[in-house]
């Protein structure tokens, strides 16, 4: 099977020895910014206002399984140009990409960022007289309808380099003159618009369930009843995962999660799941011999809203069917504030 990776939803910013050198560089616009031969010319400068890291920002966008549609919601750069000291006149300062000033450390392991992955939606900025930074912000965002990025590999990093052009009665700080956009592709196999409408639901006497912190064979989660009301607990504890084992490889489109209902305890539908991550993998083993090592990231899913019992089913549907035996489920968080989360029917869908 491809081993497949979504966007977590922990975003890490790479390279830490060269952000960690960034650490003793003085904030720009503060005291602490280095004195200028010329105390009566400005100095523009970029600052993200972080010491670590230093005018870097990264994102991950989203390619759709196999089609070519690509999903970069919240892709976009945005910064404003700031000013050592004021003048007394509008300054126009325009965008410009330059690759060339992407740290080397960068450069030996990102491929730079073609013109045709973005657009800018805002190119030019103004500082009015008087003010020490644009109203504005430089506004860059990525195309979803960018070829080259449809062709790049999935965990690809790429890197851009953005610089500004500078009126003749400014100096352009030379150190401080950059910003840099990290961004990685990842291929996500959740579709979180989804439905098993139509799907063929899977035999529940063909494969075993393991019942999480019961730590048994739990029939009842996949008995194809919504009234068991069995409190079948899941968690982020690799001891405390929903595991799946089909026996054989099957080609598998969706799973439904059934939410519990009320019982002597209280409403159980707050204790469900809200987001989950889920593995697979295509191992010949049985179900207590799978290791974390045998496992493969099939994507996270989030539920859209809480549900109000049973009858509010939730359906993790795939882009694609994924071949596999094993599926695991780790509750990554629930709707309330629980470590743990309790589910009541489990369908699995091809």
Wanted: proline letters at 4%; a negative charge.
């Amino acid at each position: 099977m491809k081993k497949n990776i979504f966007k977590s939803a922990l975003l890490a910013v790479s390279t830490v020895l060269l952000l960690t050198a960034c650490e003793s560089d003085p904030e720009v616009g503060s005291t602490l910014y280095p004195s200028m031969t010329d105390a009566s010319t400005p100095v523009a400068y970029i600052d993200n206002h972080s010491y670590v890291p230093k005018n870097i920002q990264a994102n991950i966008f989203v390619q759709k399984g196999t089609s070519t549609e690509l999903d970069t919601d919240g892709c976009e750069l945005k910064f404003k140009i700031h000013l050592t000291i004021a003048s007394n006149k509008d300054l126009v300062f325009n965008l410009k990409q330059d690759n060339a000033k992407i740290p080397q450390a960068y450069a030996e392991s990102h491929e730079a960022l073609k013109e045709d992955a973005f657009t800018v939606a805002k190119g030019t900025v103004t500082i009015k007289a008087g003010k020490l930074e644009s109203e504005d912000e430089f506004d860059i965002k990525l195309d979803a309808a960018s070829k080259s990025l449809i062709g790049v590999e999935d965990g690809k990093k790429m890197m851009a380099a953005f610089t500004v052009e500078a009126p003749t009665e400014v100096t352009l700080s030379e150190k401080y003159n950059a910003y840099c956009w990290e961004v990685s592709k990842k291929i996500f196999w959740v579709n979180p618009k989804g439905s098993t409408k139509g799907m063929e639901q899977l035999d529940v006497n063909t494969y075993d369930v393991n019942a999480a912190s019961y730590g048994n064979i739990g029939p009842n989660l996949s008995d194809g009843k919504d009234d068991s009301y069995q409190q079948y607990m899941v968690s982020n504890s690799s001891t405390s995962y929903l595991k799946i084992d089909l026996k054989k490889e099957t080609d598998i489109k969706a799973l439904q999660l059934t939410p519990c209902g009320s019982s002597f305890f209280g409403d159980l539908n707050e204790l469900f799941v809200r987001e989950i991550e889920i593995f697979g993998s295509t191992a010949d083993k049985g179900l207590f011999q799978m290791t974390d090592a045998d496992m493969v990231q099939l994507g996270v899913a989030t539920c859209p809203a809480m549900p109000k019992g049973p009858n509010d089913k939730w359906d993790i549907v795939f882009y694609g069917p994924q071949k596999v035996r094993h599926i695991w489920v780790r509750m990554v968080s629930a709707f309330s504030d629980s470590s743990s989360a309790f589910i009541n029917e489990l369908r699995i869908f091809k």
